[in-house]
């Protein structure tokens, strides 16, 4: 419990209307979209980095955990104060700082959400290509945190690809300022990687340097469907082998395909596995790439091969994309989205590990994802009050987890690690490794009051 | 859902769907002017699921989160699975009216007496209501509370209309019963199904046949809350819809006119009425139609079902409304909700550029050619 006096110092920060001690907000504010849960002792809303700054004084002193909060749309429990204390949501932050279309950056605080940041520069022929699907309300200081991929990854990897600098607060209170303003830079340690992805364990973001991509010029996406989880892998291995130079590789099993097909309203053909593959560039070379990117998918063992070039034709195939999480939510009571990676040619053998150990333990499970990351999303469809159930999932987690590193995958490819996927560090990584991790975030946080109980 | 919402315990399904995305966000108004996420529709689910499983007790706090959202329903346009959280809401006060009515502000429970004892939401004599017309009996044009005591002038424009393009309808004036929305927007269910079926057998017995109305508020209670106790023999129509489908208006303005429109959540979102009010402007020489940033089913709620309670919250969204008014270049904004009109009115006040106008005073307008 946090005491009246603490509370009336934060008041005096960051004024009495940013503060709340309310029981229902506090409720309100012990959940994300992952399936945990945990209460914080109050919320804060800070506005300038000079707030976010003697918070982090204050709880320092008064060793007080203090854990990040953006939208709350963490899938892994990130933004969940495990140890109570502060949840500094950062909402209030949502100024763009300043725009250098001539550099290709943009410096924005971290409560500015993606789609509106891409509004914003669309007038300007740039984009921010790191856009997760929860990109209408997910915010640039989240995604940093969690390292968030997009729908393109396959050609703009993830955020860690696009943040060049950071204003951080450390948990002492002191603001550092790291990375560069320039495409290249190798002076010290990379402490921009260190900090992209560190799920708000090692500092607070309060200003973010972000590297934008030119709006491509011409777009098509091709539909191609397998019957095999071999021919699938295949045919994403074999496309990205190719050089046609897919922006992104999306698949869906069968499963994922008639639930998302019912839910929008749109006839798909039915197969094992659908895969959708964009291509994107200059408007005379679609044509060509995609006419070799058919031919490739046909020899990897493709039934069919579509291409949609109108703008029309490609929405509808996003929009089945898109559906294949609501879609599945509706089936059952409780939906638990998992995100797996493997190497890019180990995307068929987790497909076959996945359905096999779905029918050992008798769970729910439908895949989709960014295939051509290697980056799946197993999605579990249970009931959480259903105690024996539950159980049976758990173990299909733990087997599944098991199976990925056996394909020298890793447990999380985007959601982080958070609370959910804690236990199953260790199956990546052994006891040295997590140890130095261990003595990093020591060497940051001392006291161990940022975001204290996640990762490791 | 159909079959009407008993208890909060008919949306347990409902509820465990939402996956707490959290993607309302990107709709949710009374969020976006508070960044609270116990004011988004993810906040308020969570706070149903609390009240059902008897995790929590509501408090003051807790009432407010329930009580302020409007039931715009831009939530379920942004859901993924498409919660039905304006339905678990509903059904949350009314769970809250049987079980914490001490917590209800005190305006609320006056409101609701007052349908139940004068026939109006506002605690007015009845006697405030506008004047009676006798018209032919079997088609009512039911005026709605807000307009009869506060704007009779636009159902005097509306009848005006009406008459010119060939319908002469009654209007009950005094007698016109209230169609009960606050009791069922409140969660007072019981008292709603007892005025829903004394309004439907007083209709009937007087004949009705056709009800036209011009508040999308009563539009939508008449249509679709009393279609969940009880049926109807008589068709319910929305003004813009019987003048687009039954007659041809036309009209002019003396001087050209820049009018944007704003669609009211209980025509647009609830009842999906989007073209026939444009169809109707489109149809207006001299003006020149443009369309409010968000539109359709995007509409911003102007916060009117709040004003009272929440005002300051209530006029950071119909501030949103005019700015966006202002920004397509619009020298009108254009309502057909009597509410939405007040609370557009009252931020637009603030504007010298922009000004707030009713539907059926724009149309009796544009029919003298003024």
Redesign the interface.
Same mark, same amino acid.
């Given at each position: 419990m946090i005491s009246d006096a603490v509370v009336r110092k934060l008041e005096d920060i960051v004024g009495s209307e940013n503060v709340?001690t309310?029981?229902?907000?506090l409720? &309100? @504010?012990s @959940?994300? %979209?992952s399936i945990a849960h945990a209460t914080p002792d109050v919320i804060v809303?800070p506005q300038t980095t000079e707030q976010v700054s003697q918070i982090m004084k204050l709880a320092y002193e008064e060793e007080i955990p203090v854990t990040p909060r953006g939208?709350?749309?963490c899938l892994s429990g990130g933004p969940l104060p495990l140890k109570g204390g502060i949840s500094i949501?950062m909402?209030?932050m949502t100024r763009i700082l300043d725009l250098n279309p001539n550099r290709l950056q943009v410096s924005v605080e971290p409560g500015v &959400?993606v789609?509106r940041l891409n509004e914003y520069l669309q007038p300007h022929g740039l984009f921010y290509p790191i856009n997760p699907a929860?990109s209408?309300?997910a915010t640039i200081g989240g995604c940093v945190g969690e390292d968030a991929g997009p729908l393109r990854g396959v050609k703009y990897g993830t955020t860690k690809n696009w943040v060049l600098g950071l204003e951080v607060v450390l948990p002492n209170g002191k603001v550092i300022h790291v990375g560069s303003k320039t495409f290249k830079h190798v002076a010290g340690y990379d402490l921009v990687r260190l900090m992209v992805g560190s799920e708000g364990t090692l500092g607070i973001f309060t200003k973010i340097n972000l590297r934008l991509a030119p709006i491509p010029e011409a777009v098509a996406v091709a539909s191609a469907f397998f019957d095999s989880a071999d021919a699938a892998g295949k045919g994403v291995r074999d496309a990205i082998l190719s050089g046609v130079d897919p922006s992104g590789i999306e698949l869906m099993e069968r499963a994922v395909v008639e639930a998302a097909s019912k839910h929008a309203g749109l006839k798909l053909p039915q197969a094992e596995f659908l895969i959708l593959y964009e291509i994107a560039g200059s408007k005379e070379s679609i044509e060509p790439r995609v006419r070799k990117l058919a031919k490739v998918l046909k020899e990897a063992g493709a039934t069919a091969v579509d291409v949609a070039y109108e703008a029309e034709e490609r929405a509808r195939l996003w929009k089945a994309r898109k %559906?294949a999480?609501?879609?599945l939510?509706?089936l059952r009571?409780?939906?638990i989205m998992e995100d797996v990676a493997v190497p890019i040619d180990n995307v068929g053998k987790l497909l076959e590990a996945l359905r096999s150990l779905a029918k050992k333990h008798d769970v729910m499970v439908a895949t989709f994802g960014h295939a051509g990351d290697g980056d799946l999303h197993p999605t579990i469809t249970t009931d959480?009050r259903d105690e024996e159930e539950m159980k049976r999932v758990a173990a299909f987690r733990a087997d599944m987890y098991k199976a990925v590193v056996d394909l020298e995958g890793t447990i999380t490819g985007e959601h982080g690690v958070g609370i959910t996927k804690k236990p199953y560090l260790k199956l990546q990584f052994r006891e040295d490794e997590i140890e130095v991790m261990r003595s990093i975030k020591r060497a940051i946080d001392p006291k161990n009051i940022l975001n204290p109980g996640k990762i490791i | 859902m159909g079959g009407g919402f008993v208890s909060l315990k008919d949306y347990e399904g409902e509820i465990y769907t939402c996956l707490r995305c959290g993607f309302c966000q990107a709709g949710c108004p009374t969020f976006r002017h508070t960044l609270n996420e116990s004011l988004n529709a993810r906040g308020r689910v969570i706070l149903a699921k609390l009240y059902l499983t008897g995790q929590y007790t509501p408090d003051e706090d807790y009432m407010q989160r329930v009580l302020s959202c409007t039931l715009c329903d831009i939530c379920k346009v942004k859901c993924p699975p498409k919660v039905e959280v304006a339905e678990i809401v509903e059904a949350l006060r009314s769970e809250l009216w049987r079980s914490h009515r001490d917590l209800y502000p005190q305006d609320i429970v006056e409101s609701i007496n007052s349908i139940l004892e004068r026939q109006n939401p506002f605690g007015v004599p009845r006697e405030q209501k506008m004047r009676s017309y006798e018209g032919e009996s079997s088609v009512l044009f039911f005026v709605g509370c807000s307009s009869s005591v506060y704007y009779p002038h636009m159902a005097e424009n509306t009848l005006q209309v009406l008459r010119a393009l060939g319908l002469n309808p009654t209007v009950l004036g005094q007698e016109e019963p209230c169609c009960g929305y606050r009791l069922v927007e409140m969660g007072a269910v019981d008292e709603f199904k007892r005025v829903a079926s004394e309004v439907v057998s007083f209709l009937e017995n007087r004949g009705v046949e056709l009800v036209i109305t011009n508040c999308p508020t009563c539009y939508k209670t008449l249509k679709e809350y009393y279609k969940r106790y009880t049926s109807l023999t008589f068709e319910v129509m929305h003004i813009t819809e019987w003048l687009v489908k039954e007659a041809k208006f036309e009209g002019e303005l003396s001087e050209p006119m820049t009018v944007t429109y704003h669609d009211p959540c209980h025509l647009g979102r609830s009842m999906g009425v989007y073209e026939e009010p444009r169809q109707l402007l489109e149809s207006i020489r001299n003006l020149k139609f443009v369309e409010l940033p968000k539109s359709r089913e995007e509409s911003i709620c102007c916060g009117g079902p709040i004003r009272a309670l929440y005002p300051e919250l209530a006029s950071k969204m119909s501030d949103e409304v005019v700015q966006g008014a202002i920004e397509v270049g619009a020298s009108q904004i254009v309502s057909s909700c009597t509410t939405c009109y007040r609370s557009i009115a009252s931020s637009a006040a603030f504007h010298a550029e922009v000004d707030a106008l009713d539907l059926p005073t724009l149309l009796a307008r544009a029919l003298r050619r003024g």
């Open positions: 709340s309310s029981p229902t907000d409720h &309100v @504010y @959940y994300d %979209a809303w939208a709350g749309s949501t909402t209030k &959400v789609d929860s209408s309300i %559906a999480f609501p879609a939510s509706r009571p409780t939906c959480e | -």
